[in-house]
């Protein structure tokens, strides 16, 4: 059975930088594109970043307006491990943070698109 556990939330002040980390198992991890979501309370769960399957050239990674140039997302097939790097955080960067694993490389920025998730990881900004 396909398993994703997050690892790495906290609480930090605004500025700083978090790092977490997603280890999968049960599932053909090279096989999937990797995504983080998050979730803020009150607010729909959104797209953070994606990174595509490794290839000759390395990965593809995409990222949501809100945390480009601030966060980078990295896999690591020989691990099974996804992991997200998040500096310069900002108090609207706190939320539940979450890993997720699909096939469709089309969709994504989708939650839908996703066939497993991880339970969660707070990540909590002071400000």
């Known amino acids: 059975q396909a398993q994703l556990l997050e690892s790495g939330g906290g609480l930090v002040q605004a500025g700083g930088s978090l790092r977490l980390s997603c280890a999968a198992s049960?599932?053909?991890?090279?096989?999937?594109?990797m995504g983080w979501f998050r979730q803020a309370p009150g607010k729909e769960r959104e797209f953070v970043t994606a990174?595509?399957?490794?290839?000759?050239?390395?990965?593809?990674?995409f990222y949501a307006d809100s945390v480009k140039g601030r966060f980078t997302i990295s896999r690591d097939d020989a691990k099974n491990t996804v992991d997200l790097q998040m500096n310069s955080l900002k108090p609207e960067d706190a939320a539940v943070y979450y890993c997720?694993?699909?096939?469709?490389?089309?969709?994504?920025?989708?939650?839908?698109?996703?066939?497993?998730w991880g339970q969660g990881t707070q990540v909590t900004i002071s400000s």
């Open positions: 990174i595509s399957r490794s290839g000759r050239s390395g990965s593809s990674m």
């Open positions: 049960g599932l053909s991890f090279s096989r999937y594109f």
């Open positions: 997720a694993a699909t096939t469709q490389a089309l969709r994504l920025r989708v939650s839908s698109a996703y066939d497993y």
